[in-house]
T-cell receptor, first 115, second 112 residues
Framework: KAGVTQTPRYLIKTRGQQVTLSCSPI?????VSWYQQTPGQGLQFLFEYFSETQRNKGNFPGRFSGRQFSNSRSEMNVSTLELGDSALYLC??????????????FGEGSRLTVL | GESVGLHLPTLSVQEGDNSIINCAYS??????FIWYKQESGKGPQFIIDIRSNMDKRQGQRVTVLLNKTVKHLSLQIAATQPGDSAVYFCAEPDTGRRALTFGSGTRLQVQP
């Protein structure tokens, strides 16, 4: 069974640009979450999608957005990039919400560097 | 909101020894905790979870202990191996129980 696949794995952008990251969840998983990981802030929740609907959003500015497609694949977009957006962006899929199971299946992440 | 934190940023142990990674939480209503392992260059990987109706739960070479009185949980790894070298996070569902709140992590270094 294939795991969570994230693309691209590495990318470099400059301030002001935008970026789109892609995530393919494990087959059969309809919930897809995104987390940002930085040395200073650790792992922080961005948003969660289920059946193409954003069900929950973390405390990030509107420059961070996402969507989910009918095949459960998800994308996140960051517009007007800032230096502080440099981070590892992790996608996770699961069968259920954390209240039912805390077992999220994470991809290897997309490492974004903003210059 | 919940606050899940860690006592030590780095733990160094000898191969074959037992490791204990600690985690404190602040919300006495917290009732579900999860441990994750993140190896270098990889995403976090689920290890084990425990609900508040239990004090102890065992997995393969790992044991999680929950002390609700002092709001503390620990992850014990038996016979630590080089492959156990990683950052370990405790986590719990957030207030809305739709996302996980992660602690800051403990780096486990296994010395040969």
């Amino acid at each position: 069974k294939a795991g969570v696949t994230q693309t691209p794995r590495y990318l470099i952008k400059t301030r002001g640009q935008q970026v789109t990251l892609s995530c393919s969840p494990i087959s059969g998983h309809r919930s897809v979450s995104w987390y940002q990981q930085t040395p200073g802030q650790g792992l922080q929740f961005l948003f969660e999608y289920f059946s193409e609907t954003q069900r929950n959003k973390g405390n990030f500015p509107g420059r961070f957005s996402g969507r989910q497609f009918s095949n459960s694949r998800s994308e996140m977009n960051v517009s007007t990039l800032e230096l502080g957006d440099s981070a590892l962006y992790l996608c996770a899929s699961s069968l259920a919400l954390p209240r039912d199971t805390g077992e999220l299946f994470f991809g290897e992440g997309s490492r974004l560097t903003v210059l | 909101g919940e606050s899940v934190g860690l006592h030590l940023p780095t733990l160094s142990v000898q191969e074959g020894d037992n490791s204990i990674i600690n985690c404190a939480y602040s919300n006495s209503a917290s009732d579900y905790f999860i441990w994750y392992k993140q190896e270098s260059g990889k995403g976090p990987q689920f290890i084990i979870d425990i609900r508040s109706n239990m004090d102890k739960r065992q997995g393969q070479r790992v044991t999680v202990l929950l002390n609700k009185t002092v709001k503390h949980l620990s992850l014990q790894i038996a016979a630590t191996q080089p492959g156990d070298s990683a950052v370990y996070f405790c986590a719990e569902p957030d207030t809305g129980r739709r996302a996980l709140t992660f602690g800051s992590g403990t780096r486990l270094q296994v010395q040969p």
